[in-house]
């Protein structure tokens, strides 16, 4: 996402948020499909086209928290053990806690990536729940039986956002996690459960595949015909010239 300053019709002038590809100069190859929906969604759409507009800024904005809260997630596993004053009996307890805080913020981030997409994917196949968890029974794409991993994933953030049991064992590469609420669950069963590490890093990197696949298959319905606003750099300190893209240009960055 960028900011960028733009003229308004009042004088002066606004700072607007907007997709990175608004701007010609930060196009680049080899996009991910999912950025490349989030920049023309609201053109696939016949209606509301402002708001899916908002919803795909909104995603784009959990998207980077997610890939945010996962590199501070990897960096506090990479750095736990560089004990300077090793006490024998008593130690404290924080460098757990840096393990789970971020661990705990890119979960929330993910949930909220996945609301998001389902809001936006109802508008884009009508009709559709709106929850992720209820969509994902009628649409294929996001279904559980799938994508073994939501399921699991949508256990570890209810117990960790609800109940907080969770206890890392770093020195095995694993988590300890006790469930709770039976009621709940969609892949583990009450009690004790271990999990992997590298399970939990791997929860976002199989979001942006999923989101994807989901994205490349929505681009097909995009007029490839279709022009749009762009904005163009001329030079330091120069206001911004305003242009149009067509989509099929956008849709070559692919």
């Known amino acids: 996402m960028k900011v960028v300053r733009l003229p308004t019709a009042a004088g002066g002038d606004w700072w607007i948020v907007t997709h990175d590809l608004t701007l010609a100069q930060a196009r680049a ?41 996962l590199g501070e997630f990897r960096s506090a596993v990479g750095s736990f053990g560089d004990v300077v004053y090793a006490n024998t009996y008593v130690r404290e307890y924080s460098e757990e806690q840096r393990i789970i805080c971020p661990l705990e ?72 996690i006790e469930f709770t609420n039976p009621a709940k669950l969609e892949a583990f069963t009450q009690g004790f459960h271990e999990i992997e590490l590298e399970e939990l890093g791997s929860y976002a990197t199989s979001l942006f595949d999923m989101l994807d696949e989901w994205a490349a298959a929505e681009l097909k319905k995009m007029d490839a015909a279709t022009t749009m606003d762009a904005l163009e750099e001329v030079g330091a300190g120069k206001p911004l010239k305003p242009s149009k893209v067509a989509a099929s240009a956008i849709l070559g960055l692919l």
């Open 29 to 69: 190859r080899h996009l991910r499909p999912i950025h490349v929906l989030t920049f023309l969604s609201h053109h696939i759409v016949k209606s509301d086209q402002a708001r899916m507009y908002r919803m795909a800024l909104a995603l784009e904005d959990k998207l980077f928290a997610v890939r945010h809260h």
């Open 105 to 176: 913020a890119m979960l929330g981030s993910t949930y909220m990536a996945l609301e998001i997409t389902a809001r936006m994917n109802a508008r884009l196949n009508r009709p559709l729940p709106q929850k992720f968890r209820a969509q994902s029974r009628n649409f294929g794409l996001f279904d559980f039986k799938k994508r073994p991993w939501l399921p699991r994933f949508f256990d570890v953030r209810s117990e960790l956002t609800h109940f907080g049991s969770h206890m890392p064992v770093v020195s095995e590469g694993k988590i300890l």
